[in-house]
């Protein structure tokens, strides 16, 4: 218990850690705090826009269709390859399979989309500091023979023209083209959900944990790599290797200090939060507990992991490569999160997202897939302990000295 | 328990290249010096009698415990590498309870034995004081009181001494002598001065060789006859230089006593035999075993 105290004295201290505390107060007040501007109730609901995606084929053909024809007519289609926005100009081989996908899509073969074409009017679009041609074009009449499964995979060919990350993405062609905003009724069920199931707090729990899993994917790496490396930096690591303690029990007893201390901030932000609920809400009875414990799940494997990661990649290299590492996953889950941003949760998902106060029933669809997945990272988390302690055993027996790619300990220089 | 560190046949290699060649060493309880030029490999040795480093073949076994039981040897050793230092923004008596624990001590234990460690190495006034704020000595002193903590029965200590001030030096080599009262304590150092004034039993190493084993005054026995005082001429001191090995220099007006170490009287008009000291033993055990050093140099 004196060690694990130390050891969180240790972290409490260190700049990254202040760094990190900054880091999670910045997001919980510049991104989650505004949503609790006002709290929800039944005549406000109305001004969240909350919208609703049918998904249904005899919706987003015909939208689908209208939209293609009109980049292709411009030769400008949007696209957002790693969530950049990037404006796509086709040569004319690849614009002319376009066209190819619109006839096979269509009743209308080149000579009557030409003709459509000079009847279009053109608009320009801004998107950021870009400004694009775009057509105006309604009404393109689909083939009868085409079916929504030829339909995607044809969209699928033409993402893949694209390069990736455009509008006709198969998966993201729902929520393209057959979103509408929801009626009356729709939005005051929505409001039941929201008071009767989630009990208010739930729902702010999930937005909370949406917010600050963004950072926790990634920046507790920037502590543990800290705290591993400082050994070696203060030229401590011969004074603990000699030492009686056993690798399992000293990597262990860090782990579990990292994980505490970062998760205090979190509480912390979970508590202030907690109080401004209870004060909006005077008079309801806000399941705080509820809150705490899906923010628990959601971000408590996200701490473990990024921190057991950033013990073993900097035990393993150096805490450059582990901060590099970390980042790039987490660049990469951030990439691979598709629209709408509310119930984006499968068994593997790392960064899980849930950006609403609302579709309650969307994130409960994919809830068994959460509990998964958080069960998942949990265990990846601690097998990256383990792994921590094989590698730092080795280390400190004078068996491994770590891979360094530069300096004069570095793989790449000729050893004689 | 058998008090004593057993070194047999040990060799060890950094890639091919070999650092230890065949070492047999017996350390008892005491002082014991080893006593080698900087890149001898004193300080491979040492870490590998520390479990910090492993060896090739050969066996070493440190009270009794082979050291392939790495936990056991951790537990019986306390150990100060030769460039170390602790958190910075750690207090003195905080990093001493801190290495406390990691040998295992319990909480209830670690405060009383904090503060009687620095009553010992004389630092109880600097126990609230950062170790960023302990001068080169005091943090020498620390770096004792940190491999003393757990009361270990062997102390390893790898060139202590270095950096410090007269007076420093003189306080770390008495320390030393105090606490190798009831356990083995290896001094390894550069510094023949640092041997002299506390070891009995010393081993000169050279290229990962042990060159000698024995007492000091066995060696300084080794020399008699081979060390000479004479009185040159200013002028020829760079020629003299390169002849012999010049263990010391007065240089007074036109002329310079100088002290010398060789196998035969040397060729000079009024060299006379002097009683040698440990400096001057230790270089002609270096000069009598073939190593190269200055006055071999041509």
Same mark, same amino acid.
């Given at each position: 218990? +004196?060690?694990?105290?130390?050891? =969180?004295?240790?972290?409490?201290?260190?700049?990254?850690?202040?760094?990190? #505390?900054?880091?999670?107060?910045? +997001?919980?007040?510049?991104?989650?705090?505004?949503?609790?501007?006002?709290?929800?109730? /039944?005549?406000?609901?109305?001004?969240?826009?909350?919208?609703?995606?049918?998904?249904?084929?005899?919706?987003?053909?015909?939208?689908?269709?209208?939209?293609?024809?009109?980049?292709?007519?411009?030769?400008?289609?949007?696209?957002?390859?790693?969530?950049? #926005?990037?404006?796509?100009?086709?040569?004319?081989?690849?614009?002319?399979?376009?066209? &190819? =996908?619109?006839?096979?899509?269509?009743?209308?073969?080149?000579?009557?989309?030409?003709?459509?074409?000079?009847?279009?009017?053109?608009?320009?679009?801004?998107?950021?500091?870009?400004?694009?041609?775009?057509?105006?074009?309604?009404?393109?009449?689909?083939?009868? &023979?085409?079916?929504?499964?030829? #339909?995607?995979?044809?969209?699928?060919?033409?993402?893949?023209?694209?390069?990736?990350? /455009?509008?006709?993405?198969?998966?993201?062609?729902?929520?393209?083209?057959?979103?509408?905003?929801?009626?009356?009724?729709?939005?005051?069920?929505?409001? &039941?959900?929201?008071?009767?199931?989630?009990?208010?707090?739930?729902?702010?729990?999930?937005?909370? /944990?949406?917010?600050?899993?963004?950072?926790?994917?990634?920046?507790?790496?920037?502590?543990?790599?800290?705290?591993?490396?400082?050994?070696?930096?203060? @030229?401590?690591?011969?004074?603990?290797?000699?030492?009686?303690?056993?690798?399992?029990?000293?990597?262990?007893?860090?782990?579990?200090?990292?994980?505490?201390?970062?998760?205090?901030?979190?509480?912390?932000?979970?508590?202030?939060?907690?109080?401004?609920?209870?004060?909006?809400? @005077?008079?309801?009875?806000?399941?705080?507990?509820?809150?705490?414990?899906?923010?628990?799940?959601?971000?408590?494997?996200?701490?473990?992991?990024?921190?057991?990661?950033?013990?073993?990649?900097?035990?393993?290299?150096?805490?450059?490569?582990?901060?590099?590492?970390?980042?790039?996953?987490?660049? +990469? =889950?951030?990439?691979?999160?598709?629209?709408?941003?509310?119930?984006?949760?499968?068994?593997?998902?790392?960064?899980?997202?849930?950006?609403?106060?609302?579709?309650? /029933?969307?994130?409960?669809?994919?809830?068994?897939?959460?509990?998964?997945?958080?069960?998942?990272?949990?265990?990846?988390?601690?097998?990256?302990?383990?792994?921590?302690?094989?590698?730092?055993?080795?280390?400190?027996?004078?068996?491994?000295?770590?891979?360094?790619?530069?300096? @004069?300990?570095?793989?790449?220089?000729?050893?004689? | 328990?058998?008090?004593?560190?057993?070194?047999?046949?040990?060799?060890?290699?950094?890639?091919?290249?070999?650092?230890?060649?065949?070492?047999?060493?017996?350390?008892?309880?005491?002082?014991?010096?080893?006593?080698?030029?900087?890149?001898?490999?004193?300080?491979?040795?040492?870490?590998?009698?520390?479990?910090?480093?492993?060896?090739?073949?050969?066996?070493?076994?440190?009270?009794?415990?082979?050291?392939?039981?790495?936990?056991?040897?951790?537990?019986?050793?306390?150990?100060?590498?030769?460039?170390?230092?602790?958190?910075?923004?750690?207090?003195?008596?905080?990093?001493?309870?801190?290495?406390?624990?990691?040998?295992?001590?319990?909480?209830?234990?670690?405060?009383?034995?904090?503060?009687?460690?620095?009553?010992?190495?004389?630092?109880?006034?600097?126990?609230?004081?950062?170790?960023?704020?302990?001068?080169?000595?005091?943090?020498?002193?620390?770096?004792?009181?940190?491999?003393?903590?757990?009361?270990?029965?062997?102390?390893?200590?790898?060139?202590?001494?270095?950096?410090?001030?007269?007076?420093?030096?003189?306080?770390?080599?008495?320390?030393?002598?105090?606490?190798?009262?009831?356990?083995?304590?290896?001094?390894?150092?550069?510094?023949?001065?640092?041997?002299?004034?506390?070891?009995?039993?010393?081993?000169?190493?050279?290229?990962?060789?042990?060159?000698?084993?024995?007492?000091?005054?066995?060696?300084?026995?080794?020399?008699?006859?081979?060390?000479?005082?004479?009185?040159?001429?200013?002028?020829?001191?760079?020629?003299?230089?390169?002849?012999?090995?010049?263990?010391?220099?007065?240089?007074?007006?036109?002329?310079?006593?100088?002290?010398?170490?060789?196998?035969?009287?040397?060729?000079?008009?009024?060299?006379?035999?002097?009683?040698?000291?440990?400096?001057?033993?230790?270089?002609?055990?270096?000069?009598?075993?073939?190593?190269?050093?200055?006055?071999?140099?041509?």
């Amino acid at each position: 218990m +004196m060690l694990f105290i130390r050891e =969180c004295k240790k972290i409490f201290h260190s700049l990254t850690f202040i760094i990190y #505390f900054a880091a999670v107060i910045l +997001m919980f007040f510049t991104q989650f705090w505004p949503a609790m501007d006002e709290p929800v109730t /039944s005549s406000t609901i109305d001004s969240y826009e909350l919208a609703k995606i049918s998904g249904e084929p005899e919706t987003i053909m015909p939208k689908a269709l209208d939209s293609l024809t009109g980049c292709y007519f411009s030769n400008t289609y949007r696209c957002y390859p790693y969530g950049l #926005f990037k404006a796509v100009h086709l040569n004319s081989r690849d614009n002319d399979k376009i066209r &190819d =996908c619109i006839t096979e899509m269509s009743s209308l073969n080149a000579d009557e989309l030409e003709e459509l074409k000079a009847a279009s009017s053109i608009s320009h679009v801004k998107v950021g500091t870009n400004e694009l041609e775009s057509y105006n074009v309604k009404g393109v009449p689909l083939s009868e &023979d085409i079916t929504y499964e030829r #339909f995607r995979e044809i969209m699928g060919e033409v993402d893949d023209i694209l390069g990736g990350g /455009s509008d006709y993405r198969p998966d993201d062609l729902a929520y393209k083209f057959s979103q509408e905003p929801m009626t009356h009724e729709e939005i005051l069920e929505q409001y &039941d959900e929201f008071m009767e199931k989630d009990h208010i707090a739930i729902a702010y729990g999930r937005l909370f /944990s949406d917010y600050l899993g963004i950072i926790l994917a990634v920046i507790p790496v920037f502590v543990a790599a800290a705290l591993v490396t400082a050994d070696k930096r203060t @030229k401590m690591n011969e004074l603990i290797y000699s030492r009686r303690i056993s690798s399992f029990r000293l990597v262990f007893t860090r782990f579990a200090a990292l994980v505490l201390t970062m998760v205090i901030p979190v509480l912390l932000c979970g508590a202030i939060a907690s109080a401004r609920i209870m004060y909006m809400y @005077k008079g309801s009875t806000p399941d705080i507990a509820g809150a705490f414990e899906v923010s628990g799940k959601w971000l408590l494997p996200d701490i473990m992991l990024a921190a057991a990661m950033g013990m073993f990649i900097s035990e393993l290299f150096s805490a450059g490569m582990a901060i590099l590492v970390q980042f790039a996953a987490w660049f +990469m =889950c951030m990439m691979m999160t598709s629209m709408p941003l509310y119930g984006h949760i499968g068994r593997f998902t790392f960064i899980c997202r849930h950006n609403s106060l609302f579709y309650r /029933s969307e994130f409960m669809k994919h809830y068994s897939d959460f509990i998964f997945s958080r069960i998942f990272y949990t265990a990846a988390a601690l097998a990256a302990v383990l792994l921590t302690v094989f590698v730092y055993e080795l280390k400190r027996g004078g068996k491994f000295n770590g891979i360094m790619f530069f300096g @004069k300990d570095s793989i790449f220089r000729h050893k004689t | 328990m058998n008090k004593m560190i057993e070194i047999k046949n040990v060799n060890k290699f950094y890639g091919r290249k070999q650092a230890l060649y065949d070492i047999n060493l017996t350390i008892e309880k005491g002082m014991f010096g080893l006593l080698g030029r900087n890149g001898a490999g004193k300080t491979t040795l040492m870490k590998t009698i520390a479990a910090l480093h492993q060896k090739k073949s050969g066996s070493i076994t440190v009270c009794g415990a082979p050291i392939e039981r790495a936990g056991e040897i951790r537990a019986m050793t306390g150990y100060l590498p030769q460039d170390f230092s602790m958190y910075p923004s750690m207090k003195t008596d905080e990093a001493l309870e801190y290495l406390g624990a990691l040998s295992g001590m319990k909480a209830a234990d670690l405060r009383e034995r904090v503060t009687d460690i620095l009553h010992k190495v004389n630092l109880t006034e600097q126990r609230s004081k950062k170790v960023a704020q302990l001068s080169g000595g005091m943090k020498r002193r620390l770096g004792i009181a940190q491999a003393l903590i757990h009361d270990p029965q062997v102390l390893i200590v790898d060139e202590p001494t270095a950096g410090l001030d007269p007076e420093e030096r003189i306080r770390f080599r008495n320390l030393l002598c105090e606490v190798a009262e009831d356990r083995i304590v290896i001094l390894s150092t550069h510094i023949v001065g640092d041997v002299e004034a506390t070891c009995e039993q010393i081993a000169i190493m050279d290229e990962g060789k042990i060159l000698w084993q024995g007492t000091v005054s066995q060696l300084i026995n080794n020399a008699i006859g081979h060390v000479y005082t004479a009185n040159v001429e200013r002028r020829f001191m760079p020629q003299l230089k390169k002849e012999y090995i010049v263990t010391g220099m007065i240089t007074q007006a036109e002329y310079t006593t100088v002290r010398i170490v060789s196998d035969s009287e040397p060729d000079l008009p009024n060299a006379v035999l002097t009683e040698p000291d440990l400096e001057a033993a230790y270089m002609y055990c270096l000069h009598s075993s073939g190593c190269g050093i200055k006055g071999d140099e041509e």
